[in-house]
């Protein structure tokens, strides 16, 4: 069973920083393709970035620069490390993991910044 489990997210003012973390059982974060997605109130989820088995990383564009997708494979974590925080940045971000077509989804953290 694959599970996701994160964690870190909080209230932040505008400017500053928060890690996420995302703790996985049932498949291994240097095996398969993981992810960060947030969603905004009222608009659609979107993908913010992803690591692949190889170490390869995909960012949005909104995000280039100031957010930083890493993973520990002997905790078997993928954490998003976010500077620079805008309230534009303020979603539940959820952690994904996806196995061929099949996406597994962590249960969402909120992450909230003020101006």
């Not at 694959?2 to 974060?29: D, F, I, N, P």
């Not at 520990?72 to 309230?87: I, Y």
Request: net charge positive; aromatic share 8%.
């Amino acid at each position: 069973q694959v599970q996701l489990v994160e964690s870190g997210g909080g209230l932040v003012q505008a400017g500053g920083s928060l890690r996420l973390s995302c703790a996985a059982s049932g498949v291994g974060v240097s095996i398969v393709p993981m992810h960060w997605y947030r969603q905004a109130p009222g608009k659609q989820r979107e993908l913010v970035a992803r690591i692949f088995a190889g170490g390869s990383t995909n960012y949005a564009d909104s995000v280039k620069g100031r957010f930083t997708i890493s993973r520990d494979n002997v905790q078997n974590t993928v954490m998003l490390q976010m500077n620079s925080l805008q309230p534009e940045d303020t979603a539940v971000y959820y952690c994904a993991a996806s196995l061929g077509p099949t996406y597994y989804w962590g249960q969402g953290t909120q992450v909230t910044v003020s101006s």
